[in-house]
């Protein structure tokens, strides 16, 4: 058996391979999340200034994700049983509380009442046209009155009818671009909606996000 021993950080080492491994290990990482990879000589200036928090508190809080991980794996639905955890290494302080529920929304639907998670929950739909998403909507037993996608407003029943005529048979990635004035980036592959809507009691309904689907 090799006993197993601490490796001391020395970044102006260059056998030891130390900044290789970590800009190597980062630069995958970036790739995974469309972040610009950094070079050699830059991860050496980060690493020598972040190298702390990589040895301690990311550990460690990646252990506490673990746990609640294995609660998940273990088919614990009771709120009670989870945990949010508090910690600072500096004092050192660790807290615990139990998290709080996430709220729901209901309305009528067409086929009776509908329960939505208003943090987890969204709708998800492909690249269509505006009077589809109408449409769709329609079929849930939601009216949508206002449709927007960050600042740009793509629709609101109170638009003039020539207005609607012109985006009813756009496909919601290129109204976005028309009324943005700026392209979908090649990388995008999603877009999010926000909607105003009313049930079929016309009752105003604060509903999750839409997400398209561009890709």
Not at 94 to 110: I, L, Q, R
Not at 139 to 165: C, H, N, Q, R
Request: aromatic share 8%; hydrophobic share 40%; charged share 30%.
């Amino acid at each position: 058996m090799h006993a197993l021993v601490p490796v001391d950080f020395k970044k102006d080492v260059d056998s030891n391979h130390h900044i290789d491994f970590i800009t190597a290990c980062s630069n995958l990482r970036a790739e995974n999340y469309k972040i610009e990879p950094a070079d050699r000589h830059k991860t050496k200036f980060i690493a020598s200034k972040i190298i702390p928090a990589i040895a301690t508190t990311t550990a460690l809080v990646t252990g506490l994700v673990v746990l609640e991980l294995y609660k998940i794996i273990d088919s614990k639905d009771d709120i009670e049983q989870s945990k949010n955890g508090f910690i600072n290494l500096a004092l050192p302080f660790f807290g615990f509380s139990k998290p709080m529920a996430s709220p729901k929304v209901e309305y009528k639907g067409s086929n009776g009442k509908v329960t939505l998670d208003k943090i987890w929950d969204r709708f998800e739909v492909d690249d269509i046209t505006l009077k589809e998403i109408l449409d769709t909507f329609k079929e849930k037993g939601l009216t949508i009155s206002m449709l927007s996608s960050g600042v740009s407003l793509l629709y609101a029943s109170f638009f003039p009818p020539a207005k609607l005529k012109e985006r009813y048979d756009t496909k919601l990635s290129k109204l976005v671009e028309t009324i943005s004035g700026k392209p979908i980036p090649s990388h995008q592959e999603e877009a999010i909606f926000e909607i105003v809507a009313e049930n079929l009691d016309e009752e105003a309904v604060k509903v999750p996000y839409i997400k398209l689907k561009i890709a």
